[in-house]
């Protein structure tokens, strides 16, 4: 049976040994509890680090840590002190977290660290490969394993990778910083489908596939030669009714059930009863902007002293990372910044900051988002913010107010929260007088808009949601697959042809016989191409048509003395052997000096681009232009063209990285009708790569043989992947 794995740095599991005896409890935090829900409703394994350096543990133990894990349906992947040094604190986080967050100030980029994360990369692949099979689905995680994907795929090609990442993925003037950027992104390609928090994410690792691969992108699907991959954004939701339910548990506990630390905060409340309890919580992290919070928190008990005394930030900052340096030096300025602010504002009844430098049992979480009604979570970047969405689930009574950093993933799904940039503290300190003195109306209003989302796109809705788009790129793929040339099709066309008494061959040219180049004039015919269809064109039984978007000159100057018919321009010039070009419909061409002015325009502002006048059309090439730049500008000129064609009989279309402007009702299907009209063909075959084409395989008689090279949806009968499929196609037919 095929099955599940889920792919992870570590595995859900903190273990524990002390006296040889192994201590495991599931372990907290965004992706653990988000993933043991798929874990345990598929039948699944998970593979990661256990948490243990492989050269800290005897043979003995090593055998107990796999069964123990064995039970919990984990694999363990082993890792070294050393890999864990230079992989984890080394390259995944003072390199890619720091860089991927913006802050580029605290991103290093050290050789070994690099040979480390890709060495660690390819032990997981390993004893991923090992335990993997075809038809399995594998969902990686996260900014550790960047390149395991394409270490899969590479090997087993037929097994099903989605890959999620927690963190933003930052915009291309970010990320092309990284010396190694063009790995960590073809690594990630090596998935089937890639997931982001927010549309945000996924359009700047689009950017980057385009400026680095060069790679075209439909819509959300990238084309890899053979290969399609999609990404999309899947905002990752939490087990709502987890929290919820907690929280009224938690109303309905009686005074002895309660836990110490709501005790004194029930304590305080009934001492101080109008007082405010702020609640942050996050791991230690610079990205979480916690000096910053302080800062403003400062700011506005001296903006409005009417609060001293009336306002408590309830702080828990969860250690994290310790051994890297940044996060040691910002230990030491928030301990400091807390003292600090204690000192000056505390009075005999009151601290304004109740700081907690450790992690909490999850009961006392909901101590905290119960009893506070106010959060406020302020980080610089953040991925998501899973605590955002645990607060407002903790909210039985609908009761408080959430205020958000506009940098935090979440703000996509809870804009009714009060939302605030973390760097202006003027604004903070404004909105938490706003947050103590909203009215409970609209405390409610707000938080049941939120609520009603949260609990409808759950982390069980993330994951299905997730693990469907993954089954559903397979399902397109099998549709390529059934449409992929193999041999056996191709020894039907064969036998067909050595039948057939009369044959025509329509054959687009760029992207079907000859591959793109930069610039047209580049893609010329080489000799192995002419000599191909001198052979097929000398045989009497055969016509050969060169059916193209071309212009006739070049098509002259290349073909004007061969034996092949000559179809150019999408239909308009036809040129038999021998004989010269005529019109195969009359057209008007007056349009033309109108036009010409808008597209030199577009030529003036795109660098890189250029125009092709051809006699019935004019074609914009924007191949060489800036890949982001020339999409934006494509759709300008489209729209701009759209406005002026209208009662002229005039169509516009769009090819691969071009947009030409003709005559409309002239297109290659209507051309290739009108050749084969009246005359009895017994063997027809069309081939072609992009969507001109797509007229000639809808136009041309049922029992002809359609291919289009490229994965593509299309009307053809059958895909090649390049034009070097469609030579040896062709070889084969004169053989
Ligand atoms: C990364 C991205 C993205 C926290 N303290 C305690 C505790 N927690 C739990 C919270 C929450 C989780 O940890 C933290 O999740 P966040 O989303 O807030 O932040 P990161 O850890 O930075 O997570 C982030 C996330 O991945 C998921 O994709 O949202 O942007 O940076 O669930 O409840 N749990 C317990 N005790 C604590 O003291 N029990």
Request: proline share 4%; hydrophobic share 40%.
């Amino acid at each position: 049976m095929n099955k599940i794995i889920i792919v992870s740095n570590r595995l859900p599991l903190n273990i524990k040994i002390e006296d040889n005896e192994l201590n495991i409890e599931p372990s907290v935090g965004g992706l653990a509890t988000g993933m043991r829900s798929v874990h345990n409703a598929y039948d699944s394994k998970w593979i990661g680090w256990t948490g243990l350096a492989e050269d800290n543990l005897s043979t003995v133990v090593k055998k107990k840590v796999e069964l123990a894990i064995d039970a919990e349906n984990c694999i363990g992947v082993p890792l070294t002190n050393k890999d864990v040094d230079l992989y984890y604190f080394g390259f995944s986080n003072k390199t890619i977290w720091p860089l991927f967050h913006y802050f580029t100030e605290f991103a290093e980029f050290k050789k070994d660290h690099w040979n480390a994360y890709y060495e660690v990369n390819q032990k997981f692949a390993d004893v991923i490969t090992k335990h993997c099979k075809k038809g399995d689905t594998i969902w990686i995680h996260d900014y550790q394993l960047l390149l395991l994907p394409k270490m899969i795929k590479d090997k087993c090609p037929g097994v099903s990778i989605g890959f999620f990442l927690h963190i933003p993925f930052p915009s291309y003037e970010v990320f092309r910083i990284l010396p190694w950027r063009t790995e960590l992104i073809e690594g990630m390609l090596g998935a089937d489908l890639i997931g982001f928090h927010t549309y945000d994410y996924e359009r700047h690792f689009f950017s980057s596939v385009r400026r680095l691969l060069g790679y075209e992108i439909n819509f959300n699907k990238i084309n890899i030669n053979t290969r399609i991959v999609k990404a999309d954004s899947f905002p990752m939701g939490i087990d709502y009714d987890k929290f919820h339910n907690a929280a009224i548990q938690h109303h309905n506990k009686s005074i002895q059930d309660k836990s110490d630390i709501q005790q004194q905060l029930d304590k305080h409340i009934l001492n101080t009863p109008d007082i405010k309890l702020i609640l942050s919580i996050d791991r230690l992290d610079y990205t979480k902007g916690i000096a910053k919070r302080l800062h403003a928190f400062e700011y506005f008990l001296e903006k409005y002293p009417e609060f001293q005394g009336k306002a408590s930030l309830v702080m828990l900052a969860v250690p994290s990372r310790a051994n890297v340096d940044q996060y040691q030096r910002m230990k030491s300025e928030i301990d400091e910044l807390v003292g600090r602010i204690n000192g000056k504002f505390s009075t005999i009844n009151w601290s304004p900051i109740w700081y907690f430098y450790r992690s909490f049992p999850f009961d006392n979480l909901i101590d905290l988002y119960t009893s506070c009604e106010i959060a406020l979570l302020t980080p610089i970047r953040d991925g998501m913010n899973l605590v955002a969405k645990e607060f407002v689930a903790s909210k039985v009574n609908k009761k408080g107010v959430l205020i958000l950093s506009e940098m935090a993933g979440a703000v996509k799904e809870m804009s009714e929260a009060l939302l605030i940039n973390p760097q202006n503290y003027e604004q903070i300190a404004d909105t938490l007088k706003k947050a103590i003195q909203m009215p409970e109306e609209e405390q409610i209003e707000r938080n049941t808009i939120m609520q009603k989302r949260l609990q409808r796109y759950n982390i069980d809705r993330w994951a299905s949601d997730f693990l469907n788009s993954l089954n559903k790129v397979q399902e397109d793929k099998a549709k390529y697959i059934a449409k992929k040339m193999n041999p056996s099709i191709e020894k039907k066309i064969k036998t067909n042809y050595d039948k057939a008494e009369k044959r025509i061959l329509f054959l687009d040219y760029d992207g079907t016989l000859v591959g793109f180049k930069d610039k047209p004039v580049d893609a010329a015919p080489d000799k192995e191409l002419y000599e191909i269809l001198d052979q097929l064109s000398t045989n009497p039984r055969n016509e050969v048509v060169l059916i193209s978007g071309r212009d006739k000159e070049t098509f002259t100057k290349w073909f004007g003395n061969r034996n092949y018919t000559l179809i150019v321009e999408h239909g308009v010039w036809i040129k038999k052997p021998d004989e010269n070009w005529r019109l195969i419909e009359q057209m008007k061409i007056d349009w033309k000096e109108n036009i010409k002015p808008v597209f030199e325009f577009y030529v003036d502002r795109t660098p890189g681009s250029f125009i092709e006048e051809k006699n019935y059309s004019f074609v914009w090439h924007y191949r060489k232009a800036d890949p982001e730049l020339g999409n934006i500008r494509a759709n300008e000129l489209k729209f701009d063209l759209s406005g002026l064609i209208s009662n002229h009989n005039l169509e516009i279309l769009e090819g691969n990285k071009v947009i030409e402007i003709k005559n409309s009702g002239i297109n290659k299907g209507r051309a290739a009708l009108h050749k084969i009209n009246n005359t009895h063909y017994d063997f027809i075959l069309g081939m072609g790569d992009d969507w001109t084409d797509e007229y000639l395989f809808q136009d041309l008689p049922a029992k002809a043989y359609t291919i289009r090279v490229g994965l593509k949806n299309t009307l053809a009968k059958y895909n090649v992947n390049t034009p070097e499929d469609v030579r040896r196609l062709l070889k084969n037919l004169i053989e």
